[in-house]
């Protein structure tokens, strides 16, 4: 099942209307119909704090939903910090890193400085993210 029709599926499950769904979240309705409409929408376009709030008001396990393994080997370590770990494991700098992911360099030292900044990007950007910095995407996403 797509994750568009499980998050649909969800919500009748919990009998909620779509427009509560989305008062809950503080989303409009119209924001909200296009996770139910389209399949990348929850992944490209949704921030990960809002991930996070709709499956815990459906009761999806955010892992199963995003097709993810469960994987806490980097549990115990701040985003952040591990992020700048692994970019000084990879000699990376502030500047290749941008370049690699295509933000302005003042997003990589937001990043670095905030262990929460990552919850206001999209799946598919922590992937990338995750991806650029040789790191599963779980230890990113800690949901």
Known sequence: MNIN???KQGRLDCGLSDVELARRLGISIYEYGD?????????????????RQLCQMLNID???????SKDNAYADQKR????ISQMKNL???NEELADTIGFEVVA???????PDFLEKWTFDLI???AGALQLPIQSLLRL
């Open 5 to 7: 029709k499980k998050i």
């Open 35 to 51: 996770i139910e409409f389209h399949d990348d929408e929850l992944t490209s376009v949704v921030d990960l704090h809002v991930v």
């Open 62 to 68: 955010p892992f199963d939903l995003l097709e993810i």
């Open 80 to 83: 952040n910090e591990l992020i």
């Open 91 to 93: 000699g990376i700098s």
């Open 108 to 114: 990589i030292e937001e990043m670095r400085d905030d």
């Open 127 to 129: 992937k990338e993210l």
